[in-house]
Each structure stands twice: as structure tokens, then as C-alpha cells.
């Protein structure tokens, strides 16, 4: 099936930001959900910012007030701004867009946060 395509990770000092970018498979302008995944080994994908069209969004705790999704419709593309970075903010960053017709995945791109 065609992927997502992220970019965008790399490495960051705690504190800093890092802006990630996904290159939606599908029109974003048709989906139901569009969203970032975190995923560290060990332990299970876990969303970190959530969209749906209609401006509604979604963040965990853990990263509220610190990641901001959003996208361009132009473009076909889904970021996540990520703001005052701390080492547990490492893992590989999924970017995922859905609706009825199925679940769109990309690769995934690595972040580690690290001083």
C-alpha cells in the first residue's frame, strides 16, 4: 500500500525544537483523522497529537502545551511542531491518516533528544 512520508527527525538538546513533516498518502482533505505516533522500544505506539478536520485537536498530557499539529491542504501535509524538548520525547514518530476506507501509516522518523 503507499506510505506516508515523514521527515524531519534528528537529534535535539533538551529545550530545543524540531519540527517534523508527513507527505499524506491520501487527500487530507478527504480523511477522517489525522494524527502523530510515538514509539518507543519496549513499549506501545502511543499518539501525541491528534487533528480532525473540522480544527479539532488532541494532545497527552505529557506533551500539551509543547507539540502543535497541524497541516497544509495545499501541500497534502501534516506537521508536528515539537517546542522545549525533554529526553523522554525520543522514539521513532509516526504520522497517520484514516477514515472508513482504512488506516494510512508512514515509515516513521527517529527523534532523540539527548544532551
Known amino acids: 500500500q503507499v506510505q506516508n512520508v515523514e521527515s524531519g527527525g534528528g537529534l535535539v538538546k533538551p529545550g530545543g525544537s524540531l519540527r517534523l513533516s508527513c507527505l499524506a498518502s491520501?487527500?487530507?482533505?478527504?480523511?477522517?483523522?489525522m494524527a502523530w505516533y510515538r514509539q518507543v522500544p519496549g513499549k506501545e505506539r502511543e499518539v501525541v497529537a491528534q487533528?480532525?478536520?473540522?480544527?479539532?485537536?488532541y494532545y497527552p498530557s505529557s506533551v500539551n502545551g509543547r507539540f502543535t499539529i497541524f497541516k497544509d491542504n495545499a501541500k497534502n501535509m501534516v506537521y508536528l511542531a515539537m517546542d522545549n524538548l525533554k529526553l523522554d520525547d525520543t522514539g521513532d514518530y509516526y504520522c497517520?491518516?484514516?477514515?472508513?476506507?482504512?488506516?494510512?501509516w508512514g515509515q516513521g522518523t527517529q527523534v532523540t533528544v539527548s544532551s
Open positions: 487533528l480532525t478536520p473540522d480544527g479539532t485537536t
Open positions: 497517520f491518516v484514516g477514515d472508513s476506507s482504512g488506516n494510512y
Open positions: 491520501r487527500s487530507i482533505l478527504s480523511v477522517d483523522v
